[in-house]
């Protein structure tokens, strides 16, 4: 057995392994999850930058149904040389921002008078090892299937 053979169940395996060590981690790392209600010009700390609110729009559709849900924010990132850095974004619904491990959803809003947002924060130190885990499980999966696919004597049929 060449290592191209080897290969999909080392990533089998490997994927494997990392999304179960992923499970595992949560018992002593586990994810932490909070929700801000801001209005235009109010902030919330995310371990020492402040995430400011500064619009927040619900665009709707020429029937009155709301198209989406719309947060701008700037983010400001103090440093140690002076001027803070600041990051604009916007953040809306399956749209939302990333910051330094952090991952800030629109999740509702106020729905009789529009005036405050509320913003989900969210920080899963486990999700890059679980995400690279489902890759290599699926590129092992993928290696396998066009192995299999290529062997002499299979052939594929149609029902």
Request: charged share 20%; net charge neutral.
């Amino acid at each position: 057995m060449d290592g191209m053979d080897r290969l999909p169940r080392i990533f089998l395996h490997l994927g494997f392994a990392l999304a179960a060590g992923a499970l595992a981690l949560k018992a002593f790392c586990p994810i932490e999850k909070g929700e801000a209600a801001l209005r235009a010009g109010e902030s919330v700390d995310l371990d020492g930058d402040v995430l400011v609110l500064k619009r927040f729009d619900v665009p709707k559709y020429p029937s009155g149904n709301p198209r989406q849900y719309v947060s701008s924010v700037h983010v400001v990132c103090p440093n140690g040389d002076g001027a803070p850095e600041v990051v604009n974004a916007e953040i809306s619904v399956n749209h939302p921002l990333r910051h330094k491990g952090r991952w800030v959803y629109q999740s509702s809003y106020d729905a009789a008078g529009e005036e405050y947002t509320v913003l989900s924060v969210v920080k899963d130190p486990h999700l890059p090892i679980a995400a690279l885990g489902g890759v290599l499980l699926f590129a092992g999966a993928l290696l396998l299937a066009v192995r299999e696919a290529r062997r002499p004597g299979v052939r594929a049929s149609v029902a």
